[in-house]
Nanobody, 123 residues
Framework: QVQLVESGGGLVQTGGSLRLSCAAS?????MAWFRQAPGKEREFVGA????????YSADSVKGRFTLSRDNTKNTLYLQMNSLKPEDTAVYYC???????????????????WGQGTQVTVSS
């Protein structure tokens, strides 16, 4: 188990940018971002395999959002550019600390979750 601390959310205008951070208290196999808009189910945004740095992104954010990591700080980043009102949601960081060989696109691999950070994009 690791503790996850998210930061970087806020209010931004359409077309603007934000960077989210998620600091983990220990090492992980993979980390991810999910988001949940009001009245909707939580959805996958992107993930990264920690040892290889390979990233995966949802089609809705490809070309706009970029995942990266800092190994020395056990920190995951989500750079969000060209933000749209439909990106408004609570963004959750998740971490996989138990071995899991399936896809990273679902919630199944992740046994640690952050508290969430609000991102609001105004039109």
């Amino acid at each position: 188990q690791v503790q996850l601390v998210e930061s970087g959310g806020g209010l931004v205008q359409t077309g603007g940018s934000l960077r989210l951070s998620c600091a983990a208290s220990g090492r992980t196999f993979a980390m991810a971002w999910f988001r949940q808009a009001p009245g909707k189910e939580r959805e996958f945004v992107g993930a990264i395999r920690w040892n290889t740095g390979i990233t995966y992104s949802a089609d809705s954010v490809k070309g706009r959002f970029t995942l990266s990591r800092d190994n020395t700080k056990n920190t995951l980043y989500l750079q969000m550019n060209s933000l749209k009102p439909e990106d408004t949601a609570v963004y959750y960081c998740a971490a996989q600390t138990a071995a899991y060989s399936g896809t990273l696109y679902t919630e199944l691999p992740y046994n640690n979750w952050g508290q969430g950070t609000q991102v609001t994009v105004s039109s």
